[in-house]
């Protein structure tokens, strides 16, 4: 009831003021954004009566003041700007959150913002709880407080108590679950956890029977009894091979504590600090990683040379290269020494064929197997000829 007249008087006020929740730990906090209330502040209540009445998508942004993020017990969802947004989670401990609720107004991109002051305060745990898994159902529609009084009817006739609190609502995608197909018949999944002051019913037992784990672990479609069937809407049928129940009335056994071994200081004992570790020798590691792969490239490179270098040994350049050679030599000084001067005759390497020293013409030769020019007719001491840089090693 309380809630109920705080969320009234933010609608008559405006989004502007301020919404104060006390709620306890360990209990469900569900505060549903609504788009109404800030469509009011983003279009007043004076500017209706011109007959413009707004509709307008919105986009809720939502972080602890001063923080950039949520607390951590703390959710937020909303599924399309045309859809409320929700806040929801179960605080773990107590004390007090202030959440900043910025809203975008889509069409026009007007901002507006909104303070949530949370204080939670401490109060006992419900000792026994229990887990259900909902299968055909998505987080935004389990949110509401009708479909939360659908399930928990059904839980209550199924615990057989009405005192039943939510603890939590998870969404099975946070859990791990796998996002469904963007088709109809296809849904999240959500986990409720509810909580009572009363002992599990026997029908909760049943599921820590062997039978019913047997059932499970083979994937066969569980055999429920008809006395524990009471789910009055299909879509908020649980899934029984997936309870869990919770005894927190059994405290925990305290950890054991550590044995002593050499680790462990005794009582009154003196710290003998360890010995320093004994000195190993590295030149093994050295010469493995250093001298051997330098003799490998020295002796690769040697390899390399004898091939490159001294393979040619005793190849000696033909005569008739040599010859070749001689006479463009000689031709490109003629060329040279003729540059500075044109009156001069042609020069006689122009003619067919001539003899360097005498300037005489040979008889041309008509046999394809002799050379143009024959270096032993015109060149007697042609053998004496070596240039240097055609002979290698």
Known sequence: MCYTSTVCAVSVLGADAEIKFSIPVGKLFTHELMRETFQNDFEPLSKLYAGRLYDDPMVFKCNLQNFPDLPEWLRFTQRHPYDNGFLYGTPTAPGKSIIEIHAINKRSYET????????????????????????????????P?????EIKQDLQRLWKTEALEIVNITNALD????????????????????GSEQYFSDCLLMVLTAEHQKQCKAGAKTRIPGECNFCSIPSNCITWCKIELFDLSRQ??????PTMGPGILEAGGEFNPPESPPSRDYFPDYIVTVIVPLILAIILCAL?????????????TSKIQLYHHHTIHGDTEELRSMAGCRGVRPPMSTFPMFDARTGQSAPPLHSDSIPLIMPQQFFPDIDKLTLPGFLLC
């Open 112 to 143: 507006t913002r909104q303070l949530l002051i949370i204080n939670a305060v401490a109060e006992k745990r419900l000792p026994f709880q229990a887990e259900f898994f909902i299968k055909l159902r998505d987080i935004e529609r389990v949110l």
């Open 145 to 149: 407080s009708p479909v939360q009084d």
């Open 175 to 194: 859990r791990g679950g796998r996002v469904p197909l963007p088709l109809a018949g296809h849904f999240e999944g959500v986990y409720v956890k509810v």
């Open 252 to 257: 925990a056994p305290p950890p054991p504590p």
């Open 304 to 316: 390399l040379a004898y091939i490159m270098f001294c393979r040619r040994e005793g190849v000696q």
